[in-house]
């Protein structure tokens, strides 16, 4: 049998309770519906707290690149499991890179990257010429003259090496571009997902990525670039 | 693109939003509740032909992220932020009142320990009914009753207090 201790209680519990001894206790004193309105009031208040949130952008499409990513490495396995080689002994004797243009390792590579850093891609800076030349001296590389606007540069790691990770404004909107030394591939090739088109191009000694938005002309920037850098120092 | 596929991309889109904020409020970490959705998904992938029915996915990966959260976590020191020493992660909105009545929300929820904060995210957050959340956290349903109530009982004893706010907005 309720009482008014347990009404309170199963309120603060849950005011949306739709047991029909609770809806009846409720309903039968202005005092008790007024108590329940308190506290529905409370709950929807606690709700708004919690739903305002930032949710980091480009989270679904980093979830699924990440499980395309996981899938790709899945069906290699299977691949090369039913090719009866074990996948241990091919990975050290360099098979896998014979079955596959290891560009497409360093093509998932580049882009989980540009999707884990999406947030750079908002940045409007003006990144000084000095500051630019010291991250890429870093590297082993130079400016050889200007190579126009810079809106973010910085050292990230990918894979084994520190690379350089410029966003240079492009016709569209935003253009990445990531420096990698020592990332050796032996042809340049298209980069393109549902939201990014690009290329990977070999450079001396590494090789350079350069992704903009479905739609943006890449080889300008690409000339650009490969114009403006000193590649070794 | 199979039918697996596509069912998986349709749960991405349709609760990646709702299932970040969820782990956000469990971990109290940006780049936790990242990680923490990345291996829900991940675990979801794998289990998604045991999801017969589209109806209990919220439920289902709910669950999921509940037990990533459990292992990913030493239930031992649970996660709690001290009232005082968050820096807000909400939308800036117009009004002043209305930002730091926001943040000291968000600081009293933080600051529960974490077998009230679960149970309440859950309920308020997840909409899950109180046997649900028994059933997600293998409790019995009158701990999660109590939790809930001394949750909600603490929370109000929080709020009701003069403003210990910081400015709204950093310089």
Known sequence: MMDDLEFRRRCIIDPFDQDKDFLLYKQRDPEHTRFAQQQENFHQSLQRSMKRVDVPEGLAARIQLRHSLRQRKVRRRIWLRSAGLAASILAAIGLALMMAPPSIDLQEVVLEHVYNELAHLNNNDDVPMNDLGAILSSVGYGLRKDPGQVRYASICPIRTQDGVHLIVPGEIGPVTVLLMPGERIAQRSVLSDERFTGVLTPTPGGSMAILGEQGETIRSIENKILASLLWAT | ?171
Do not use: H
């Not at chain 2, 039918?3 to 780049?31: C, H, I, Q």
């Open chain 2, 1 to 171: 693109m199979g039918n697996k596929e596509k069912r998986f991309d349709a749960l991405v889109y349709a609760y990646s939003t709702r299932l970040y904020k969820y782990a956000y409020w469990l971990s109290g970490d940006r780049d936790v509740a990242e990680d923490l959705v990345q291996e829900t998904f991940m675990r979801a992938w794998k289990a998604l032909d045991s999801l017969r029915d589209e109806s209990a996915a919220r439920t289902w990966l709910f669950t999921i992220a509940q037990r990533e959260n459990a292992r990913r976590f030493n239930r031992d020191k649970p996660v709690t932020i001290e009232y005082d020493d968050l820096t807000p992660v909400f939308e800036i909105e117009s009004s002043p009142e209305y930002v730091v009545e926001r943040e000291l929300m968000q600081r009293a929820i933080m600051s529960l320990k974490i077998e009230y904060r679960e149970p309440l995210v859950m309920q308020i957050l997840g909409g899950f009914t109180c046997d649900e959340i028994a059933q997600t956290l293998n409790l019995n349903k009158g701990i999660v009753m109590t939790r809930l109530y001394r949750a909600k009982r603490k929370l109000g004893e929080l709020l009701s207090k003069p403003s210990r706010a910081k400015p709204a907005y950093k310089s």
